[in-house]
Protein backbone atom coordinates (compact mmCIF):
# COMPACT_ATOMS: atom_id res chain seq x y z
CA UNK A 1 0.00 0.00 0.00
CA UNK A 2 1.31 3.23 -0.35
CA UNK A 3 0.44 7.12 0.36
CA UNK A 4 1.08 10.09 -1.79
CA UNK A 5 0.73 13.67 -0.45
CA UNK A 6 0.77 16.36 -3.13
CA UNK A 7 3.24 19.37 -3.42
CA UNK A 8 2.57 22.60 -4.70
CA UNK A 9 4.36 24.87 -7.44
CA UNK A 10 6.02 26.65 -4.51
CA UNK A 11 6.96 22.87 -3.02
CA UNK A 12 4.67 23.22 -0.23
CA UNK A 13 3.27 20.02 0.92
CA UNK A 14 -0.74 20.29 1.11
CA UNK A 15 -2.26 18.93 3.84
CA UNK A 16 -3.94 15.57 2.06
CA UNK A 17 -3.29 11.81 1.64
CA UNK A 18 -4.19 9.59 -1.22
CA UNK A 19 -3.79 5.68 -0.46
CA UNK A 20 -3.61 2.90 -3.34
CA UNK A 21 -2.08 -0.04 -4.31
CA UNK A 22 -0.11 1.23 -6.83
CA UNK A 23 2.40 4.41 -6.29
CA UNK A 24 -0.04 6.11 -10.04
CA UNK A 25 -3.43 5.23 -7.69
CA UNK A 26 -1.83 6.81 -4.53
CA UNK A 27 -1.25 10.36 -6.00
CA UNK A 28 -4.52 10.11 -8.26
CA UNK A 29 -6.43 9.66 -4.78
CA UNK A 30 -4.25 12.87 -3.03
CA UNK A 31 -5.05 14.56 -6.19
CA UNK A 32 -8.68 13.98 -6.37
CA UNK A 33 -8.78 14.37 -2.58
CA UNK A 34 -6.70 18.03 -2.86
CA UNK A 35 -9.17 19.17 -5.71
CA UNK A 36 -12.12 17.84 -3.95
CA UNK A 37 -11.32 19.38 -0.56
CA UNK A 38 -13.13 22.76 -0.27
CA UNK A 39 -16.59 20.25 -0.94
CA UNK A 40 -15.39 17.78 1.82
CA UNK A 41 -14.57 20.17 4.29
CA UNK A 42 -17.16 22.13 6.30
CA UNK A 43 -15.54 24.14 8.46
CA UNK A 44 -15.01 21.51 11.41
CA UNK A 45 -14.67 18.32 9.70
CA UNK A 46 -14.77 16.59 6.37
CA UNK A 47 -18.70 15.37 6.79
CA UNK A 48 -19.78 16.62 2.95
CA UNK A 49 -20.12 14.39 0.50
CA UNK A 50 -19.12 15.49 -2.86
CA UNK A 51 -22.01 15.29 -5.90
CA UNK A 52 -21.43 13.41 -9.00
CA UNK A 53 -20.71 16.55 -10.80
CA UNK A 54 -17.98 17.32 -8.33
CA UNK A 55 -16.21 14.37 -9.32
CA UNK A 56 -16.01 14.85 -12.56
CA UNK A 57 -15.20 18.39 -12.63
CA UNK A 58 -11.74 17.70 -11.30
CA UNK A 59 -8.87 18.29 -13.74
CA UNK A 60 -7.80 15.07 -15.05
CA UNK A 61 -4.35 16.67 -15.96
CA UNK A 62 -2.05 17.66 -13.39
CA UNK A 63 -0.90 20.97 -13.91
CA UNK A 64 2.87 21.79 -14.86
CA UNK A 65 4.99 21.90 -11.39
CA UNK A 66 2.62 19.90 -9.57
CA UNK A 67 4.30 17.30 -7.83
CA UNK A 68 3.93 14.14 -6.16
CA UNK A 69 5.59 12.60 -3.11
CA UNK A 70 4.74 8.85 -2.64
CA UNK A 71 5.67 6.92 0.01
CA UNK A 72 4.91 3.17 1.72
CA UNK A 73 2.12 3.89 3.90
CA UNK A 74 3.34 3.89 7.48
CA UNK A 75 1.83 1.01 10.14
CA UNK A 76 1.18 3.74 12.80
CA UNK A 77 0.45 6.99 13.33
CA UNK A 78 2.05 10.04 15.84
CA UNK A 79 1.39 8.66 19.02
CA UNK A 80 2.10 5.39 18.16
CA UNK A 81 -2.17 3.84 17.49
CA UNK A 82 -1.67 0.92 14.57
CA UNK A 83 -3.17 1.45 11.31
CA UNK A 84 -5.42 -1.44 10.76
Not at 26 to 37: H, M, N, S
Amino acid sequence: MWWADVLSPANQMLACVGGGPTLSEAAAAAWVDFCLWAWWFDGETCSRIPTWEQYLGVPRIVPPCWRFEVYAAPTSVPGGDKIQ
